[in-house]
């Protein structure tokens, strides 16, 4: 005979199916819940590295101002276009805009900025709020720079005073500056040695001759000619070398044939990936700090 189900037995039963059920949730629940700790402790310990923390926290504790001040002082900036307040271009400034450049330094604890148009290298300290600019009245060098003075006393009085930066980040940076007479100054950047290399630079000063010739390894290519020079403390000049042919560039120099100068660089090392042509001029980095003497 089969046995009977009562009734009676059905309530316990039901009893023992959801209990059941239960312990079946609660055990995947528990397995999900470690299953994705688990992950979230994988993404924060690849992610989340010493090096990137510090980064980060860094970049918080700067204000939007440090942050911007920092990305110009990682750039040389020169002048791209040049508009008057009808948006007219300023052919005063555009017609030499390649050797009109303009860099952002920290000097004795000061903001400062350096511009040229070629001739004198002015400086002045400065202050950004926002995104405006306040420049202090200029300081530098005041030889005669001919053809060049309006264009340089033109540039100080733009550059005096205040005036709104508007900066775009990438590749290829450009600042845009609204001086207070409503002249668009719009800059393009490029990296500084500095900051494509990543160390320091060493300081020398070379005279350049006005006259090139032709490099010993290639009679096609005309080569400057450079000689070493050295000053004493009180900035009198006590040496100097011989002439030697320059086979390889100075970032930021346009070679003068009418007059010879004395220049100040920076001269970085080259890693070895960066060297991409052979001898000794290709294992370094120069880029012009200023010229500091014409001599016709």
Same mark, same amino acid.
């Given at each position: 005979?089969?046995?009977?189900? $009562? ?5 316990? =039963? ?17 397995? *999900? ?7 979230? /402790?994988?993404? $924060? ?5 010493? *090096? ?18 920092? /990305?110009?002082?990682?750039?040389? !900036? +020169?002048? #791209? ?9 300023? /052919? ?19 903001? $400062? ?16 709020? %926002? ?16 053809? &060049? ?37 719009? !800059?393009?950047?490029? =990296? ?13 000063? !070379? ?10 390894? *290639? ?12 000053? #004493?403390?009180?900035? @009198? ?5 011989? !002439?030697?042919?320059?086979? %390889? $560039? @100075?970032? %930021? ?16 090392? =080259?890693?070895?990936? #960066?060297?991409?042509?052979?001898? /000794? ?6 880029? &012009? #700090? +200023? ?6």
């Amino acid at each position: 005979m089969k046995p009977i189900l $009562t009734l009676a037995l059905l309530p316990s =039963l039901l009893m023992v199916s959801v209990a059941l059920s239960a312990c079946q949730n609660s055990s995947s629940s528990t397995e *999900n819940e470690v299953e994705a700790a688990d992950t979230a /402790s994988e993404t $924060t310990d690849t992610t989340l590295t010493p *090096n990137v923390i510090a980064d980060e926290a860094m970049k918080a504790e700067q204000t939007a101002e440090q942050q911007m001040i920092n /990305s110009l002082a990682r750039h040389r !900036w +020169t002048l #791209d276009t040049a508009t008057d307040s009808t948006s007219q271009p300023l /052919s005063l400034l555009t017609t030499i805009k390649d050797q009109i450049t303009l860099n952002f330094n920290k000097y004795q604890g000061q903001n $400062t900025i350096s511009y040229s148009v070629g001739c004198n290298t002015m400086s002045a300290t400065y202050n950004l709020q %926002g995104h405006t600019l306040t420049a202090e009245e200029s300081m530098g060098t005041r030889m005669s720079c001919g053809d &060049l003075n309006t264009a340089e006393n033109r540039l100080n009085k733009l550059i005096y005073g205040d005036s709104q930066l508007s900066l775009v980040k990438g590749e290829k940076p450009m600042l845009t500056q609204v001086t207070g007479d409503s002249t668009t100054l719009v !800059w393009k950047g490029r =990296l500084t040695a500095k900051a494509k290399y990543n160390t320091k630079g060493e300081t020398m000063f !070379w005279a350049v001759s006005s006259e090139t010739k032709p490099c010993a390894d *290639n009679g096609a290519k005309m080569c400057l000619q450079v000689k070493p020079v050295t000053y #004493d403390d009180q900035g @009198i000049k006590t040496s100097e070398g011989e !002439w030697a042919l320059f086979t %390889g $560039t @100075i970032d %930021g120099y346009q070679h003068d044939s009418t007059q010879e100068e004395v220049l100040r660089l920076q001269r970085y090392n =080259l890693d070895t990936d #960066d060297i991409s042509e052979e001898g /000794s001029d290709a294992e370094y980095a120069y880029v &012009l #700090d +200023t010229v500091i003497e014409n001599n016709t």
